[in-house]
């Protein structure tokens, strides 16, 4: 079956400029998550949702960083203002409901933003 | 959040079986360790997940340790297609903290 997808693949943005990165989870996953990787790092929580409800948002670096995904299924990560640190690949990954420890996260290929 | 202990990086031999090690001594009862790989360019892909007994499936073995302070995920048939970083995680609410994982290189 389909995987978890995501768009654009690659995106270069002019320090200042706003970014939209959208994320297709695996249908009937409830639980969503934002990761981003920096180049040589493993990948570092971001935010999660659990359905449309953001339940932890604490990863976000800074107020520029907006996540949502108001029914439930896409999402979009909104990055305002880009500035070079945010330079990095995001990760979607979607599992079943968080609660249920049991449940792998299945990732995307991610979004590698260069912001120049 | 349960930390985990991975070499920063390995060789295997081409055909041999590859046993990757990983220290978890902080987990909890109900925390289970999750592997994970990461090819260039690509998002990290799921291998394996247990809690405290053995799991075996298409791509690898997962030995926990029955004090569950540490595991050994276990490649049977390394190819040169495995040459990737090994993530061994301990899932949370989160989802899944990551750390530098296993840079593991398979030679010929």
């Known amino acids: 079956g389909a995987g978890v997808s995501q768009s654009p693949r690659y995106k270069v943005a002019k320090r200042g400029q706003d970014v939209a990165l959208r994320c297709d989870p695996i249908?009937?996953?409830?639980?969503l998550f934002w990761y981003q990787q920096a180049l040589g790092q493993g990948p570092e929580f971001l935010t999660y949702?659990?359905?449309?409800?953001?339940?932890?948002k604490s990863g976000l670096p800074s107020d520029r960083f907006f996540a949502e995904r108001p029914e439930g299924s896409v999402s979009t990560l909104k990055i305002q203002r880009t500035q070079q640190e945010d330079s990095a690949v995001y990760l979607c990954a979607s599992s079943l409901p968080v609660a249920a420890y049991n449940s792998p996260l299945h990732f995307g290929n991610g979004t590698r933003l260069t912001v120049t | 959040d349960a930390k985990t202990t991975q070499p920063p990086s390995m060789d295997c031999a081409e055909g041999r079986a590859a046993n990757l090690p990983c220290n978890h001594s902080?987990?909890?009862?109900?925390?289970?360790v999750y592997w994970y790989r990461q090819i260039h360019s690509q998002g990290p892909q799921y291998i394996i997940h247990g809690l405290k007994n053995n799991e075996t499936n298409e791509m690898a073995s997962l030995i926990i340790t029955e004090d569950r302070k540490s595991s050994t995920l276990i490649l049977p048939h390394a190819t040169l297609r495995d040459t990737a970083v090994y993530y061994c995680i301990v899932r949370v609410v989160r989802g899944l903290a990551f750390g530098k994982g296993n840079q593991v290189v398979v030679i010929p």
């Open positions: 949702f659990q359905n449309e409800a953001q339940l932890d």
């Open positions: 249908s009937g996953h409830v639980s």
């Open positions: 902080t987990i909890s009862g109900n925390e289970y």
